[in-house]
């Protein structure tokens, strides 16, 4: 029973520690990124995007911190931020949101076009 509890307890670590270090991007250095994937922990069309980045290796083509909004204001604001920039309302707002150069692409199949353009 104790080898359960402490399995469990290094999973959750693991889990905790690989969202933190996913969604470590500074404030500062997403403001002058060049492009930014915005996404929510949970959100099934996120997870659509975050397989084709992988399956596409498209970090090795582009560089670009992925930021989770949910569960990080700081983030969220940067979000609300970059979304404004776009001409988008604020109130609406959704992930995924991928914000390349001043121009946003919302939903997985903006953003797997848009990403798809660039291999």
Known sequence: MKKIILSL???????????????????????NAKFILFYGTGCPHCEIVEEFIKKNNIHEKLDFPEVEVFFNKDNAAVFAQKAKECGLDEKNLGVPLFWAEGKCYSGDKDIISYLSDKQ
């Open 9 to 31: 307890l290094i999973l959750a670590a693991a889990i905790f520690l690989f969202f933190s270090f996913k969604s470590s991007s500074s404030v500062g250095s997403l403001e």
